[in-house]
């Protein structure tokens, strides 16, 4: 039978252990997303690069204005798709992030509040007599906390859904809008 005190020092330093792997795990996951990042970023400016190299060679030589104006509008459209396309990765990138983040802190607090009340229950077993109500107490303030983080948990959930569905519309109007106003640049011509 363990005391009191080795049950609080056998629970801290789980739990010690425990905020290690989850920073451990947090700071592997952060990396890979920053690779990602830099992966996306390079592969963006390398086709970039290719792109407006071919672009302004073609467009210097241009014969004409009309046919100057022609190819700057040729481009245009290509140009916002990619874009989009890159907001939609970063997007994608960022996304899955903040969901293995999410994932990850869900999970080591569940096992810290499960190991939190099982402590309590182990030393409540050898509690003397009349601390019942300092027990009540304590295991009503760790049951709040619990409920306080899952209402928080589930508020930022709705929260990145509403900000991931406003980029969707936004990304939508402005493909939309891109489509409609190259057709209108060509006819001017």
Same mark, same amino acid.
């Given at each position: ?7 609080? *020092? ?22 890979? *997303? ?7 970023? #390079? ?15 073609? #467009? ?48 080591? #607090? ?31 303030? #760790?049951?709040?906390? *619990? ?43």
């Amino acid at each position: 039978m363990f005391t009191i005190p080795e049950q609080f *020092s056998a629970a801290t330093k789980a739990n010690f252990e425990a905020q290690l792997a989850l920073l451990t795990s947090l700071t592997n996951k952060t990396f890979e *997303s920053v690779e990602k990042l830099v992966d996306l970023n #390079i592969n963006a400016a390398k086709t970039s690069l290719e792109e407006s190299t071919i672009a302004a060679k073609q #467009i210097l030589a241009a014969k004409d204005p009309q046919e100057f104006f022609s190819l700057t509008t040729a481009h245009a459209q290509p140009n916002a798709e990619k874009a989009l396309a890159y907001g939609r990765h970063l997007a994608s990138i960022a996304s899955s992030a903040q969901a293995e983040f999410t994932k990850a802190a869900e999970e080591q #607090i569940s096992e810290t509040n499960r190991k939190v009340l099982s402590l309590i229950e182990d030393v409540t077993k050898n509690a003397p007599a009349g601390s019942e109500n300092a027990v009540a107490i304590l295991k009503s303030t #760790i049951g709040n906390a *619990s409920a306080g983080y899952e209402q928080l948990t589930k508020t930022t959930k709705q929260a990145v859904e509403a900000l991931e569905a406003n980029f969707n519309t936004a990304v939508n109007q402005f493909s939309q809008a891109a489509e409609k106003a190259t057709p209108r640049a060509a006819a001017k011509k």
